[in-house]
């Protein structure tokens, strides 16, 4: 039972005991009180029975008229007081009648008593004998009958007594029963919240001692279904969870020591990492001649590398903010190198400008200067990190590069003029050997032996030879000197343009060639013919056994068109992917398959003037696949 | 250490809250003793039951004994009550006397007609008081009122309460003694004597005025010779089995005084003890119980009325001047129901 309930029953009980102990008392009272009532009209008949008794000793003696009023009167009281008489039990009422009985035949007595009393003072003879007997007599009788009525009453005052007596005997065990039930109720109340209370509180304080030593493996155990009992569930269910918490909090901290443990070795070895990258970096700075540094905007602070200070020639206490910053400019940059600056600032760009800093010794380093912005929680710039590289050397070299470019350049266009010239003079001296040659044999034929005219052959075949390289030399040379200007070209013409010049070579060899769809490009047509012309001419002049199989494809890659010239030959082997497209370089004699060796070389020089790019897949007796790709 | 100390409080809590659960009910126990004395019954004595021998009649002053035999209240006494019945008192005691009885039943006139030659007789007091005497007279003689029987034969049962009564019948009617002639006669001879004759009238108790109205029917005329003044039948001992069976005596009172409680709750039980062994019919017990008062008591009327009765004896030339207070034996009255002592220098003994 919980202990709220038990104290409500408690309470409840006390009043009812209370209750029950008041009216008892208020019961016992009323009793007592009309018992002692009932006690005192028997003792006043008591009083009057010895008052008549004395005064019927009195009228024994003297006969007196007034004893005799007043012994009738007494009488008269006492037979009025009877007949109000207080008892209601018909047991108490028969004595009652008894006694007024009793009191009636006393009545009688006296009368006669008196009677005689004055029959002998009417005669004023001497009394007789007769008559002095009877007085006594009657006397006699009055005086038993009184006796015999004091003890009917001394009866009824013991009947009054035991009835006072059982009354309190009553109301004392009631008082008792219920006295003793309350001291029960209050012991067992007592024992009860002893139990409840005092023994429970005193282990939940061992409890609380013992886990406050540290052992938190103690358990009340109490199976009580009070509010002691849900305390000291709680309290074994809060030291379960605490215990299990402390297990996992231990836990927890060796995971969290390795953890630490790890974590530092991971910061010495970072901060060693740190420490080396940083040196690796100041190195690296030092040779890459970039310093890094960073700008307080709010406070006018600027930090450094060691290598920026170094770049400036300055020391962090003179390069210490902006003026000083500014101060060490070329004065020709402050203007463009603080518009920067304010650009950056305002537009939260990028930070990116050269200038030049004039160093202690009277030189001057050119710097590349880079920095990013950084703003506060209101958007507003507080900072500006950045990098600065020493771009002196390379500013230096990009002046003597540019120089040399010039200058090859300038030779490259010399060299094809004079390769153009060379070849083009070249051309008529060529054809006057090979014409007087040709000429030397028709006029003196007959004339020569045939050594002679082999050697004619020879020279003639030589000079033609000579004429098909200078003519592809030329070809070659005027690629770059002579191309036309790249304009949006459709590759499908160009392709079927290129078909039909090589339609007998195709027919020759039983030649299937195949295309897609091919795009618009921009290209020099002419040139762009020229590379399918020698992709697919090789195609079928390197075939295999089978008929020719060419195919042209094109894919749309980022930025660029990339054609493919897909073969069924003899394939090529890999190693000499970097002699093929060498002019002049031949994988094969000119008596296994003819040529000059310049087509693919004027292919790569073609693409590259495209902008793109020329190379193949193959495997020897599997076919080829040449790719060049066309920049969109 | 913590733990220690908690215990140690606890044990000596324990101990504590004994200490005063028990000093609680002791004084609890203390204080209403007396009124648990008052409710729980009374103790019956144990051991063997204890004999006592009565002597009586089927009178009916004998209510109270036989309600108490009827009710098993001697029982409850552990008494064994052994009754036997004789015609008047006189042979009563001669048994008492010699021993086999203990208690003998008698008017007050019957002891003092022993005591004054027996000082071993004592009285321990009354259990009955009766008014049934009365003078029964022949209509046919020209007896209408008391005062006619002047000159008439009177049969009287000598020796017996009845002629001290028929004196103060005769004197309260202002005859003097002489007017009448007297004529010896017990109860059993009066119908006779009145039949044949020999007398005019009789005085007698009861049953034996019913007798008469019944055999003699409206020749008949009666007058009641103790209006004024009642008979008490006595419980009458020796000093001698007072003091050997004292206890049984006392038991054999407290019984009487519960069947004295009894006889007034239970009026209907009275009645039929009273039908049942005086043999007359219910006519007869509701006809004089009027005149019967069933009461134990040792009243100091008793003690006049005897002191009366033997200076009326001892005038008549009977008996001896003799000490009648000291005949008068309180102690087992006293100790059963000390409030029915009214003899004044005895009130509120116990």
């Avoid at chain 1, 009323?30 to 002692?36: H, S």
């Avoid at chain 1, 930025?559 to 002049?584: L, Q, T």
């Avoid at chain 2, 003092?112 to 209509?139: D, H, M, Y």
């Amino acid at each position: 039972m919980r202990i709220s309930t038990r104290f409500y029953f408690t309470a409840v009980l006390a009043v009812a005991l209370v209750i029950a102990i008041s009216l008892e008392l208020r019961t016992s009272s009323q009793r007592f009180k009309a018992a002692a009532a009932k006690r005192e009209a028997v003792v006043e008949w008591l009083q009057q029975i010895n008052s008549l008794s004395h005064l019927t000793n009195n009228y024994l003696l003297q006969a007196s008229p007034s004893v005799r009023e007043q012994w009738l009167g007494v009488a008269s009281n006492l037979t009025e007081a009877l007949s109000q008489h207080p008892f209601t039990l018909p047991e108490r009422v028969a004595v009652v009648e008894e006694i007024r009985e009793r009191v009636e035949r006393m009545g009688t007595l006296f009368s006669d008593l008196s009677a005689v009393a004055e029959a002998v003072r009417a005669t004023s003879v001497p009394t007789d004998e007769l008559r002095r007997n009877k007085f006594q007599t009657i006397g006699s009788f009055l005086n038993i009958t009184m006796h015999e009525s004091t003890a009917d009453i001394m009866y009824l005052l013991d009947i009054l007594g035991e009835d006072v007596t059982l009354a309190e005997a009553r109301a004392s065990s009631m008082v008792l029963t219920l006295v003793l039930t309350a001291g029960l109720v209050v012991c067992v109340v007592v024992i009860t919240l002893h139990r409840s209370l005092v023994g429970p509180l005193a282990t939940l304080q061992k409890g609380v001692a013992t886990v406050a030593s540290g052992n938190l493996a103690y358990r009340t155990g109490s199976r009580a279904r009070d509010e002691i009992g849900d305390l000291a569930r709680s309290f074994d269910g809060m030291l379960d969870e605490l215990q299990k918490r402390t297990a996992e909090l231990s836990a927890a901290n060796a995971e969290l020591r390795v953890h630490r443990e790890h974590l530092e070795q991971l910061v010495e070895e970072r901060t060693r990492e740190v420490r080396r990258i940083s040196e690796h970096l100041a190195d690296a700075q030092a040779m890459a001649r970039l310093g890094s540094w960073e700008w307080d905007a709010v406070h006018d602070v600027i930090t450094g590398s060691k290598e920026f200070y170094r770049l400036f020639g300055a020391s962090p206490e003179l390069l210490a903010n902006y003026a000083a910053f500014n101060a060490l400019l070329d004065p020709n940059d402050r203007e463009h190198v603080q518009r920067e600056v304010e650009k950056a600032l305002t537009e939260n760009a990028l930070y990116q400008t050269e200038y030049r800093v004039l160093q202690p010794d009277g030189s001057c380093r050119q710097i590349q200067a880079r920095g990013t912005i950084t703003v506060d929680d209101l958007g507003h710039p507080a900072a500006m990190t950045g990098t600065c590289l020493d771009i002196t050397e390379l500013k230096q070299a990009e002046a003597k590069l540019h120089k040399t470019n010039e200058d090859l350049e300038r030779s490259n266009k010399e060299l094809e003029q004079f390769a153009y010239v060379a070849s083009h003079d070249l051309q008529e001296p060529l054809r006057m050997v090979a014409s007087y040659t040709q000429l030397l044999a028709q006029r003196y034929e007959g004339q020569l032996d045939e050594k002679a005219k082999k050697y004619i052959d020879y020279a003639v075949d030589g000079a033609v030879r000579m004429q098909r390289l200078i003519n592809d030399l030329l070809a070659y040379s005027r690629i770059g000197t002579r191309g036309k200007a790249l304009e949006p070209t459709d590759t499908h013409a160009v392709l079927g343009e290129t078909l039909r010049d090589l339609a007998a070579a195709i027919e020759e060899s039983r030649a299937m060639v195949t295309n897609d769809d091919l795009p618009i490009v921009r290209a020099d047509a002419s040139q762009l013919a020229l590379v399918f012309q020698n992709l697919i001419g090789n195609a079928i002049k390197f075939r295999s056994q089978e008929n020719p199989r060419v195919h042209v494809a094109v894919a749309d890659q980022a930025g660029e068109w990339v054609f493919s010239v897909r073969d069924n030959g003899i394939g090529i082997d890999p190693k000499y992917a970097d002699r093929i497209f060498v002019i002049f370089q031949r994988l094969h004699t000119r008596e296994e398959y003819p040529g000059t060796g310049i087509g693919l070389a004027v292919c790569k020089r073609v693409i590259e003037r495209h902008g793109g790019r020329i190379w193949f897949e193959s495997e020897p007796g599997k076919g080829s696949t040449f790719f060049f790709s066309i920049p969109k | 250490m913590s733990s220690v100390s908690v215990s140690v409080s606890g044990w000596r809590k324990k101990v504590l809250w004994a200490l005063l659960f028990t000093g609680f009910l002791v004084v609890a126990t203390m204080v209403c003793l007396p009124a648990l004395r008052q409710l729980l019954p009374e103790r019956i004595p144990s051991g063997p039951a204890r004999k006592l021998a009565l002597g009586g009649s089927t009178a009916e002053y004998n209510g109270l004994i036989w309600l108490a035999e009827d009710k098993g209240l001697f029982k409850q006494q552990n008494l064994l009550i052994t009754h036997t019945l004789f015609d008047t008192g006189a042979p009563a005691v001669k048994e008492l006397l010699a021993g086999r009885l203990d208690i003998v039943l008698a008017s007050e006139f019957a002891f003092i007609a022993q005591a004054t030659q027996l000082p071993e007789l004592v009285v321990l007091g009354s259990i009955a008081k009766v008014r049934t005497l009365q003078v029964v007279a022949l209509r046919e003689r020209g007896i209408g009122v008391p005062k006619d029987i002047r000159g008439k034969r009177i049969g009287v049962p000598l020796g017996t309460s009845a002629e001290y009564a028929l004196e103060n019948f005769l004197l309260l009617n202002d005859l003097p003694p002489d007017v009448i002639t007297i004529v010896p006669m017990g109860p059993a001879a009066m119908e006779a004597g009145l039949r044949d004759g020999k007398v005019d009238a009789v005085i007698v108790w009861e049953p034996n005025v019913q007798r008469l109205r019944r055999m003699l029917g409206e020749r008949l005329t009666a007058f009641p010779a103790q209006k004024d003044r009642e008979t008490f039948w006595c419980l009458v001992t020796t000093e001698t089995i007072l003091s050997r069976k004292s206890q049984a005596i006392e038991g054999f009172l407290r019984a009487l005084v519960a069947t004295e409680i009894l006889a007034a709750s239970e009026p209907s039980a009275l009645r039929a003890g009273l039908v049942r062994n005086t043999k007359e019919g219910p006519e007869f017990v509701d006809t004089i119980r009027p005149l019967l008062q069933f009461k134990v008591s040792l009243e100091q009327a008793l003690l006049v009325a005897i002191e009366e009765e033997g200076r009326w004896m001892l005038a008549r030339g009977g008996g001896a001047p003799t000490d009648y207070r000291a005949r008068v034996r309180p102690g087992p009255m006293l100790a059963v129901k000390p409030s029915a002592v009214t003899i004044i220098d005895l009130r509120g003994r116990r």
